[in-house]
């Protein structure tokens, strides 16, 4: 399996150094779905250009990353392309290896589920074999190196990628049960966005299961774990942040990172639902609907890991989702990394509500070109309308995972109490 | 023995009169200034501003009067009051009821006149910085040795001379051009003379030498009007002006006036205003600047039939500095091309490294991480 994942490598790395050096680079890393002001290369020359000029570079709103990118970049501003097509490789072969693992603890589990004879009779069909799960980690890792949007936002060099690197190390961890390594990387997602915190719930759900500590609010166990897992991660935040402190001897970064992720201040369209609603909005409210649209992104976690606790990776890959789609300046890069994971869910088809390709349709996009009203209306409309197939799709895959495991429990042909067929319907 | 006496008398009589005429030779090269000229400047329009323009058209005509000819006058008026539609005596400008005295006359040459009277146009004409397309009759072509006259009036406040209505000048941005002048040597005396409202705040800024400055009323007074004249239905001077032109109407070039007298014009008493001056920034001392140093040009000629032997040396021209002047420190022109400045370059800035405290920092968690991760017993293979 090794070697097709080279190729495929191969080939990723050989498109983005064909498009670094075509005119489309350019074109690409001024477009705001690739480039936000959290996340563009310009900003992050301009920053360290400030550096070299003795000013802080969080000095006027221009540069929002976190001091890590800067140490990073200071010594790697010249090999940038190179550093970013190595964040995508390694972002790939971490999804890699994580999906790998992964399957063979679904396979393990489906095993043990199936003597001890939970399942119903008649899901045969709907029971995952080996066979069809042995191409999906290089599925995985294809999908996300060949998408056309990993790729725009590789040769815009928008650090997304970065933060979809620091991600996926993560779900890695996570996978492999490495309590520390998970926390750590945890902790730096959550430091470069602050939005990966609820990824927290999904990967405490994991790492009990893999411990074999059942979720249950009285045992001790499970307060035991969870406490070790947030004094793991809570340090290790506080030290990152400590520790980027004493890079630029300053607190500077803290309003313009994290202040700037929670206030939204900058309203350049982008792909995202903030922009627009608070461009109309009349300065008394505008606090008031911050928090809400912030409080929409963290809201969902507690209800779906009531319902989704038996199966802490869907969660979370639907939690991923929710961030990329809600959070406050996100990018087609956000998008790339949770769509590398449909591939994991394909076996869903079956239950499928509405049948959507992995791709999306291909964003026109008219901000840079006209200046009026109608490109307003425009543009808000084609914002709403992607957010919208990205909600539906997320929702189409939740409403087929659920009614997967029904049918796994209670049989693949409903019938009702008097025999008649029956339809699942989602209440 | 009486007849040698009268014979050496006679001959120390010669030596003296030769000492005076070499005295009064040498006292030719004593003053700096070989020019006059005058800038003269009306900033407000519309025909109830018809004092304005007879302040400067008094002014003018003094200044013509004592010898200052048009080419070396920069007159600025914003508005043209003889000629205005509402002036029941077309083509005359009086300045004094009863219409005694017409101070437009026919040899009037306005050079800046109407909408050219701008606050850019103004600070041009100080500076020199003006269009190589300008007639020489708009320039102030001084140097180094003129003695400039600069009369405003019009309507102004606090720190500002309105111009035309739509804009104003600070008594910063006149600094800043008296300053520029200075330094591009363009005059070698200033006499700043504001008849507006609380004219005092525009001389509260300069900064530059060689600077004497009146105004008609202190910050926070008004400048008031003299009188109205019934039968052209317009205030027709302002009080302060009013009261220099009687006092300037009394002087001629051979006049020994000074300026101190000039600062006695108008007290409040007729002027209801506090006049003010200021003379810090001038090296001489007040009583001892003639009137005509300013407001006329006075060429020093005295004609003498015997020969002046000149000492070429001048060595007692430094030394001979009268009593009562200032001892001031030596007036030093700033550096026009800062050459030293342009040959060493500035040294390039050392670019920013993340502290070292930093790194060790970074590299130590990460090093003990992966430790803890893998177990500490793959340390004897790298060490």
Same mark, same amino acid.
């Given at each position: ?26 074109? #690409? ?128 060099? !928008? ?37 990966? +915190? ?48 004493? +890079? ?5 970064? #803290? ?5 700037? #992720? ?55 890959? #639907? ?39 992995? !791709? ?23 914002? +709403? ?28 042909? +409903? ?13 | ?383």
């Amino acid at each position: 399996m090794a070697a097709p994942l080279v190729l495929g490598i191969l080939v990723a790395v050989t498109v983005r150094a064909v498009l670094y050096r075509s005119s489309l680079a350019g074109f #690409i890393s001024e477009r705001v779905e690739v480039a936000s002001p959290l996340n563009a290369w310009k900003r992050v020359v301009e920053g360290l250009a400030l550096l070299d000029l003795g000013v802080s570079p969080y000095s006027g709103d221009v540069f929002h990353e976190t001091p890590l990118i800067i140490y990073l970049f200071h010594f790697l501003i010249e090999y940038s392309e190179l550093v970013f097509m190595i964040t995508d490789v390694l972002t790939a072969v971490a999804l890699y290896l994580a999906v790998q693992d992964f399957n063979k603890v679904v396979f393990k589990k489906q095993k043990l589920l199936i003597e001890l004879d939970r399942y119903a009779s008649d899901v045969a069909e709907l029971i995952r074999t080996p066979m069809e799960m042995h191409y999906i980690p290089l599925k995985v890792a294809l999908f996300y190196l060949l998408n056309p949007y990993t790729v725009m936002s590789c040769v815009a060099k !928008s650090t997304c990628a970065i933060n979809n690197t620091v991600i996926a190390f993560f779900i890695l961890a996570t996978i492999k049960g490495s309590t520390l390594l998970s926390a750590i990387f945890l902790s730096i997602a959550t430091y470069q966005s602050l939005y990966p +915190l609820t990824l927290f719930a999904p990967a405490l759900l994991y790492l009990l299961q893999r411990q074999f500590i059942p979720v249950k609010l009285k045992s001790k166990d499970f307060w035991l774990y969870t406490t070790q897992y947030a004094a793991l991660y809570l340090c290790s935040l506080v030290v990152i942040v400590c520790l980027s402190f004493f +890079l630029l001897n300053s607190w500077d970064f #803290i309003p313009s990172v994290y202040g700037f #992720i929670l206030s939204v201040p900058d309203l350049t369209p982008n792909i995202g639902l903030f922009w627009y609603f608070f461009a109309e909005m009349f300065e008394h409210f505008s606090l008031f609907f911050v928090c809400v649209f912030q409080i929409n992104v963290f809201f969902y976690t507690i209800p779906l890991a009531v319902k989704l606790k038996e199966h802490p990776i869907f969660f979370l890959f #639907i939690q991923l989702a929710i961030i990329s789609i809600f959070k406050s300046y996100p990018t087609v890069g956000d998008v790339a990394l949770y769509m590398a994971f449909l591939p994991l869910w394909s076996h869903l088809y079956r239950c499928k509500f509405f049948v959507f390709d992995s !791709s999306h349709p291909h964003p026109h996009s008219p901000w840079g070109t006209l200046n009026s009203n109608t490109t307003d209306v425009y543009c808000v409309t084609y914002t +709403l309308y992607i957010s919208l197939l990205q909600i539906l799709l997320i929702s189409d895959y939740f409403y087929a995972f659920l009614r997967r495991e029904y049918y796994l429990t209670h049989g693949l042909y +409903l019938t009702r109490k008097d025999g008649t067929e029956a339809m699942l319907v989602l209440k | 023995l009486l007849f040698s006496c009268l014979v050496f008398l006679k001959g120390v009589g010669t030596v003296e009169r030769k000492n005076l005429s070499e005295d009064q030779a040498e006292q030719f090269f004593r003053s700096g200034h070989t020019n006059n000229w005058a800038v003269l400047v009306c900033t407000s329009r519309f025909w109830f501003n018809y004092r304005h323009v007879a302040n400067t058209l008094s002014v003018y005509r003094s200044v013509k009067r004592l010898g200052i000819p048009d080419s070396h006058i920069v007159l600025m008026l914003a508005d043209d009051m003889a000629c205005n539609p509402r002036n029941p005596k077309p083509a005359t400008v009086f300045s004094h009821k009863n219409m005694e005295l017409n101070v437009y006359g026919d040899d009037v040459e306005v050079d800046y006149r109407s909408y050219e009277v701008t606050v850019e146009n103004f600070l041009r004409v100080l500076t020199g910085r003006i269009p190589p397309s300008t007639p020489r009759s708009k320039r102030l072509l001084s140097d180094d040795r003129s003695n400039i006259l600069i009369y405003m009036t019009g309507h102004g406040g606090n720190g500002f001379l309105k111009f035309q209505d739509s804009e104003e000048i600070t008594n910063v941005e006149l600094a800043d051009a008296f300053e520029q002048m200075w330094q591009k040597r363009r005059y070698n005396e200033l006499l700043f003379i504001i008849d507006t409202c609380q004219g005092a705040s525009m001389y509260e800024r300069f900064y530059s030498p060689n600077i004497m400055a009146l105004a008609s009323s202190q910050v926070g007074e008004d400048s008031l009007s003299h009188q109205p004249d019934l039968g052209i239905g317009v205030h027709l001077m302002d009080r302060y002006t009013f009261y220099v032109l009687e006092f300037l109407e009394e002087i001629h070039p051979a006049s020994q006036t000074n300026m101190n007298d000039l600062f006695q014009v108008c007290p409040r008493s007729l002027c209801v205003s506090t006049p003010g001056h200021r003379t810090d920034l001038f090296q001489r001392d007040p009583q001892n600047v003639l009137i005509t140093d300013f407001f006329g040009s006075v060429r020093k000629v005295e004609i003498t039939t015997e020969t002046v032997a000149l000492d070429p040396n001048l060595v007692g021209l430094e030394t001979r500095v009268p009593n009562d002047e200032m001892a001031t420190e030596p007036l030093k022109y700033a550096e026009q091309l800062p050459v030293a400045q342009i040959i060493h370059q500035k040294p390039k800035q050392k670019d920013w490294h993340p502290p070292g405290g930093f790194i060790l920092g970074l590299w130590a968690l990460i090093i003990m991480v992966f430790f803890k991760t893998y177990g500490i017993k793959h340390m004897k293979y790298i060490f």
